[in-house]
C-alpha cells in the first residue's frame, strides 16, 4: 500500500498514547504516514512512543503561555510548519479556541469515550453509569467550536454489565476506540472521507447524526461501515 501513503497527520497528545499506538500499529499497512506527534505534556509517556518508532516528536507545554489563545498560536503555527493533511486528536486534554479549529476546519478528527451526543466532556463513564444505560461506548468526529459536538462519524458500542465499575467500562471502551480509530483515519486517507458546513460525508452520501457503526473487516475495505437503510 506504499502507493497511498501520500496522507501525512500530524497526531496531538497528553498522556499514555494508546490511541496514539494503535494508529503507529495500524500504519504499516495503511494509508496514512504519521509525519509528527506533538505534546502539550513534557512528560507524556506517548512521546516515548513516538521516538522508538522514529517519529519526530514535539513539546509544546502549554503552562509556558500565559493564555489559551497564545498556546494555540503556538501550536498553530508549528502544524502550519508541518502541513499535514490531517491532524488527530489522540487523548488530547485541551481545549481548542475558534481560531484554530477553524483555521483547520475540516482536517481535525477526535475520539471520545461516549456516544456522542450523549455525555460530551469528561467523566463519560461514571455519568453513563449514574444514567443506567444499557449501551456505552466510543464515537468518532469533525472537531468544530462546540466541545464534542462536531458532526460525528462512526461509533462502536459496548454494553454496560451488571457491577461495572467506571474503570471497568473504560477498559472496554478503550479496546473500541483502538480499533475504530485508525478505520476512520483511513478512510480520510483515502478520500472517503471529509466534513462540508456541519455534515460528515462517507462515500459522498452524509451520514446521520450518530455516524456509521464499524464492523471489523479490513480498513480499507468498504464492507467496514454499516449504513443505515436510507442511505
Known sequence: MNQLTH????VLISGSGSNLQALID??????????????NNPDAYG??????DGIPIQVINHR?????????LALKQAIDQIDPDLIVLAGFMRILG?????????????????LLPKYPGINTHQRALE????????????VTEALDGGPVIAQEKVP??????????AARVLEKEHIIYPKVVSWFASGRLHMQGQQAFLD???????????????????SDISLPDHL
Do not use: W
Open 131 to 142: 444514567a443506567g444505560e444499557k449501551e456505552h461506548g466510543a464515537s468518532v468526529h469533525f
Open 7 to 10: 496522507c501525512h497527520i500530524v
Open 64 to 72: 509556558a503561555f500565559a493564555s489559551r489563545e497564545e498556546f494555540d
Open 98 to 114: 475558534s481560531d484554530f479549529v477553524n483555521h483547520f476546519a475540516g482536517k481535525i478528527l477526535n475520539i471520545h469515550p461516549s
Open 160 to 169: 454496560v454489565l451488571q457491577g461495572d465499575t467506571a474503570d471497568e467500562l
Open 26 to 39: 495500524a500504519s504499516i499497512s495503511s494509508n496514512y504516514k504519521i509525519s509528527a506527534v506533538i505534546s
Open 47 to 52: 512521546l516515548q512512543r513516538a521516538e522508538r
Open 204 to 222: 459522498q452520501e452524509p451520514l446521520p447524526p450518530t455516524g456509521v457503526e464499524v464492523k471489523h473487516e479490513p480498513i480499507a475495505k468498504h
